[in-house]
Nanobody
Framework: VQLVESGGGLVQAGGSLMLSCAASGRSFSTFGMAWFRQAPGKEREFVAAVSWSGISTKYTDSVKGRFTISKNNALNTVYLQMNSLKPEDTAIYYC????????????????????WGQGTQVTVSS
């Protein structure tokens, strides 16, 4: 079982990036999924979560209105559309998954997920 993130890179402040997290090895249709990030010298923090069905979502306050998480069960992929990026969004972004039928509110409380990706670097220049 593997989660592989892609889509990171260098972008100017105000720009956009879309991160993808492709799952392989099994179906993740029954998994709630989340994005986390870790900036240099800081602890890993929660960014966004989506329920197993893709219907409910949850965001940390600092990204509300700018980031959108979505899940495509047919493609076994979760996305994070990031708009109006700021230098403080610079971090390594990780996707995570846990088999859980709860809402995104529930997924957002999980810190020890069943599976983690290797991370993708996002750098926002000022």
């Amino acid at each position: 079982v593997q989660l592989v993130e892609s889509g990171g890179g260098l972008v100017q402040a105000g720009g956009s990036l879309m991160l993808s997290c492709a799952a392989s090895g099994r179906s993740f249709s029954t998994f709630g999924m989340a994005w986390f990030r870790q900036a240099p010298g800081k602890e890993r923090e929660f960014v966004a979560a989506v329920s197993w069905s893709g219907i409910s979502t949850k965001y940390t306050d600092s990204v509300k209105g700018r980031f959108t998480i979505s899940k495509n069960n047919a493609l076994n992929t979760v996305y994070l559309q990031m708009n109006s990026l700021k230098p403080e969004d610079t971090a390594i972004y990780y996707c995570a998954a846990s088999q859980n039928y709860g809402s995104a509110e529930t997924i957002a409380t999980i810190m020890r997920h069943d599976y983690w990706g290797q991370g993708t670097q996002v750098t926002v220049s000022s």
